[in-house]
């Protein structure tokens, strides 16, 4: 693990990808398990959802699982991150899903962005 890499994500206020097994850890189901997450959402089996900083990917593959028809786009700043998420897709992710890498913060309309 490069300490250099860990220190610059924490610096500009990012989960470091680094670490990323923290937030696969199992307990986290117990709080919100991807299941009663997706249950939550109007997810139709149709639907195309784009996954905001999906990380490693946590609530990505029931996402998926819900969305044969549909897509699921993942998107985040950390190569990594896609690339670990993609990685629970065993053998290989479903033509459904794709990975993108990208600053959302670019990307949203002026009145979404967090006054300072
Ligand atoms: C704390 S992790 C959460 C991951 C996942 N949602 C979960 O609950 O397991 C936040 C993720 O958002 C990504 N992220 C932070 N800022 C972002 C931005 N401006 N654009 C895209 N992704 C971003 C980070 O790279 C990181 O992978």
Request: charged share 20%; glycine share 6%.
């Amino acid at each position: 693990m490069s300490l250099a890499g860990l220190w610059s994500a924490l610096r500009k206020g990012v989960f470091p990808h680094q670490i990323s097994w923290f937030l696969d850890n199992p307990l986290r189901r117990l709080i919100l398990s991807p299941q009663r997450l997706a249950d939550r959402l109007p997810i139709a089996s149709s639907s195309h959802i784009l996954e905001v900083g999906p990380g490693s990917g946590f609530f990505s593959v029931e996402r998926a699982r819900r969305v044969p028809q549909g897509r699921l786009a993942l998107f985040d700043l950390q190569p990594e991150m896609i690339a670990k998420a993609l990685a629970k897709f065993a053998p290989a992710a479903p033509a459904q899903v794709a990975g993108f890498t990208g600053d959302a913060s670019r990307h949203c309309h002026p009145q979404m962005r967090a006054s300072t």
